[in-house]
Structure formats: structure tokens, C-alpha cells
């Protein structure tokens, strides 16, 4: 059964110690797709996540050629082991290229990471290329992603600088760009992979470039891959035995953390009740939010740019139980992602009671009593998974389109109500009926 369009969550009555699981990393693991086919020869993914924006990418690779083979993960149900046969920086005509008057299509969903490096990545190829997605991915960002290809001498057909468009491939070539991350640092990661291939010079501007921690992820995972593309004399550098392991997604682990917390309570002195397996030793990953750990106790400012990324949602909606105010800066990223982050967590956390201030790109959370309510998802993965986060702990809490977890989580629901340690042991209620869900039937997909 599909998952219902409704779903209530029930509190956790008491502490919960777990030890669980989490799918791989989504930024990861469409980074390493790309880089992979990119490389000479096959490359494993061990551990990539499995999920509706990494599906999107594995398909568009095979639209274009490229032979991607994908097998079970025996640990996780979300991951998969991906093969890809890397073309050494070519996309080859029998991948089916398009021409101006009919291009390839090629389908990103709503897939950020998708849409900015494919567009990128197709410019290798010789022939037209038509990206398109769902309505809000045609709203989102992509201007100076396409401008930066302009200066490259690559052909973008779109009229407002946004999807669908039309890439004109040229193949490898070098050229310089320079490219602003004031709206999304995906645009830079797109250049600087493909620059591997194609001896492009990227500039980039708009913020601290040392400070963007997927920027860092980039230009780490472009090293990784480049030693042993290059066969270098530090070998040290480079993947072992052409396989890549894939982290498990610190975003997605910052829920089940947090739920820990909330059950726990104040007066718990365990620092971390719920644990996460394979989770990144901090300071030897590139995932920012590897550091949530260290939000237990929540501080009086929390930056978007310099201390977490997605998670700091996940500390959004713990901040009412907090004994201050807690400010979070530098939102402006968050607007122009799967829904207005900024809005819809103000607009969701004060139809629970809480109060909540929105100045600029900063919202500003105060302790509160909150109470149940029916949600908005707005279709975005993180607004389900941080509202369910808050249901273990407040009553009465309802999820609108549940199934929208799909994105990078799809068995998110499954994890709550599996019993510890592998879960949390959470009810979980079909809102329209008051049912129990079985774990089979929290499923999304």
C-alpha cells in the first residue's frame, strides 16, 4: 500500500536508545556519478543512496550513453551498489545525441544537483540537449550557471535563464568563466568537475569560497578522483581499487539525533542516545552537517553558511524547547531550494504555537509551548522529515504527502517505527482513519 496522503505522528513516551541507519549521501552521490563517468574505466559506488533525485541521475547517464549498473546493498535498503563505465571525459555519439530542431530530452525532476551538473556535463557532448523538470525546479535558479557556459563558448538556449533549456555540446575545450554561488553553490560544483575533462579555468565569486562547505566537498571529491584518473605519484590520493565509499547523509542523520534528544529531555545527561552507523568523523569529512552533534545544546546564533547545512532545519523545530532565543542567519540559500525553506518552516512552526520572527534571510525562534497541527510539506523532503522529528515529541502533529521523502529518504517513515535499536520504535497513524501503519506500508515510493 502506498503511503496515505496523511499521517499522524505519535509521540515517543519515554527515552529511546538506537543505533541506526542512514541511505548515503545525496550530494555525494550525484557528485560521484558525475566524476565517475568522467573518470577512465569503471568506478563503484559503495553505498550510494538510492533514492528519486540519485535515480534521476543514473537514468540521464544512460540516456547518454553511459553503461551504469546498479545492484542491492545488503545493509541498507536505500543504497545501492553503482558501476559506471567512465568515458574518460567524452559523452559518445551512440549515447543518442539530439540536434538543434530536436534535442535530447532529459528529465531532472526537481533534482538540484541533477539540473546544474548535467548541464555542465552535456556541454562534452557534440549535439542539443533539453533539460526540463517539475514546475518549481523551472523556477529555481540557474542564470549564472548559464552564463558561466556562455563565457565557456557552450550554446544555452533559454529565455529567462531558467529550465527547460536547450545545451548545445561542443565537447571538451578549454576557456575561463567565472561564476557567483550567491545563489546556489551547485553551480560552481558543476564547473569545477567537469573542468576535469574539459581544462576549464573557474573562477568563482559571490561568497567566502573557503568558507562553502560544499564547494570544499567538491574540489575534495575532484581530488580524490583525479589522482587516480591521473595515475599521479601519490597514489595515496586516489580511490583504491576504482571504488568510491559513499558517507551516509549527515542530514538525514540529524533527525534521528534530534529525536533522541527530544525524548530524552533536558534532564538526560547521555550526550547522543541515538547514534548513527558509519556516521563522518568530524573534521575528516567534508559534510557540514557532520557537526550537528554538537548542537545538543542549542547556542544563540546558528549560521547556515559557516554551521550547518539542511540539518539546521532539523534544529529549526527543537529551538521552541530551548530555555533562549535562538536566531538562525544566513537563510538566503534555504529560499531557492525544493519549496521557500524560510517561509514554510516560519509559516508550519507557528501554526504550532510557536513564535517565530522573519527579518530577511534570518528567523528568529522563541521558547514556546506548541501544540499539534496539520502540516504542509510544500513537496519537500526536509520540511516531512523535520515536522514528523517534531511529532515524537508534540501531539497531534499531521504530515501532509508523506510519500514527498521519496526524494533522498524514501524508507524515512520505515526507520521511526522500526522497534530499537535499528529504529525508534515510533507509532505511527493513517490521520483519516486513526489505523496503525504496518513498517511495510511506510514505504515511499
Not at 557567483?180 to 551547485?186: L, P
Not at 502540516?375 to 501532509?400: Q, S, W
Request: hydrophobic share 40%; net charge negative; proline share 7%.
Amino acid at each position: 500500500m502506498p503511503l496515505p496522503d496523511l499521517i499522524e505522528i505519535v509521540p515517543l513516551d519515554k527515552p529511546v536508545h538506537a543505533e541506526v541507519t542512514v541511505p548515503g549521501s545525496k550530494s555525494i552521490t550525484n557528485r560521484a556519478l558525475i566524476l565517475a563517468a568522467l573518470a577512465d574505466g569503471a568506478v563503484t559506488l559503495e553505498s550510494a543512496l538510492w533514492s528519486e533525485d540519485t535515480q534521476i541521475m543514473v537514468e540521464c547517464l544512460q540516456q547518454l550513453g553511459f553503461v551504469v549498473n546498479v545492484a542491492p546493498d545488503p545493509e541498507e535498503l536505500c543504497n545501492r551498489t553503482i558501476t559506471v563505465g567512465g568515458l574518460g571525459g567524452k559523452i559518445l555519439p551512440q549515447g543518442g545525441t539530439g540536434t538543434g530542431e530536436k534535442p535530447m530530452e532529459l528529465f531532472v525532476g526537481n533534482s538540484g544537483t541533477a539540473a546544474r551538473f548535467l548541464a555542465a556535463f552535456v556541454c562534452l557532448g557534440r549535439g542539443a540537449y533539453r533539460l526540463s523538470g517539475v514546475p518549481r525546479m523551472h523556477e529555481r535558479p540557474q542564470a549564472a550557471l548559464f552564463q558561466a557556459l556562455r563565457q565557456l563558448g557552450y550554446r544555452v538556449d533559454s529565455p529567462n535563464d531558467r529550465l527547460p533549456a536547450v545545451i548545445h555540446g561542443a565537447g571538451p575545450r578549454a576557456g575561463q568563466c567565472q561564476v557567483s554561488i550567491e545563489e546556489s553553490s551547485q553551480f560552481a560544483s558543476a564547473l569545477l568537475m567537469c573542468s576535469l575533462a574539459a581544462g576549464w579555468q573557474v573562477e568563482i565569486v559571490g561568497e567566502n569560497i573557503e568558507e562553502s562547505p560544499y564547494v570544499y566537498m567538491t574540489r575534495e571529491m575532484c581530488a580524490y578522483f583525479y589522482w587516480s584518473r591521473k595515475q599521479s605519484r601519490h597514489p595515496e590520493r586516489g580511490m583504491k581499487g576504482g571504488v568510491y565509499p559513499v558517507d551516509p547523509d549527515s542530514s538525514s542523520g540529524s533527525y534521528f539525533l534530534a529525536a533522541g534528544w527530544l525524548a530524552a529531555g533536558s534532564a538526560q545527561t547521555e550526550a547522543h542516545p541515538v547514534t548513527v552507523m558509519r556516521w563522518p568523523i568530524l573534521g575528516a569529512g567534508f559534510q557540514i552537517d557532520t557537526k550537528f552533534l554538537n548542537y545538543r545544546i542549542l547556542p544563540e546564533t546558528v549560521s547556515r553558511e559557516a554551521d550547518l547545512g539542511d540539518s539546521i532545519m532539523t534544529l529549526m523545530v527543537t529551538a521552541p524547547f530551548a530555555n533562549h532565543p535562538v536566531k538562525f542567519t544566513d537563510l538566503g540559500h534555504l529560499r531557492v531550494q525544493e519549496c521557500d525553506r524560510v517561509s514554510a518552516v516560519h509559516t508550519e512552526l507557528t501554526k504550532c504555537g510557536a513564535k517565530v520572527v522573519e527579518e530577511g534571510d534570518t528567523l528568529t525562534v522563541y521558547p514556546s509551548p506548541l501544540h499539534g497541527a496539520e502540516i504542509e510539506t510544500y513537496n519537500d523532503h526536509r520540511m516531512a522529515m523535520c515536522f514528523a522529528t517534531l511529532g515524537l515529541k508534540v501531539p497531534g502533529i499531521k504530515i501532509r504527502n508523506p510519500a514527498c521523502v521519496k526524494k533522498t529518504f524514501p524508507n524515512f517513515f520505515q526507520k521511526f517505527a522500526t522497534p530499537p535499536p535499528p529504529g525508534l520504535g515510533a507509532m505511527i497513524l493513517d490521520a483519516k482513519t486513526g489505523q496503525t501503519l504496518a513498517i511495510e506500508d511506510l514505504f515511499a515510493d
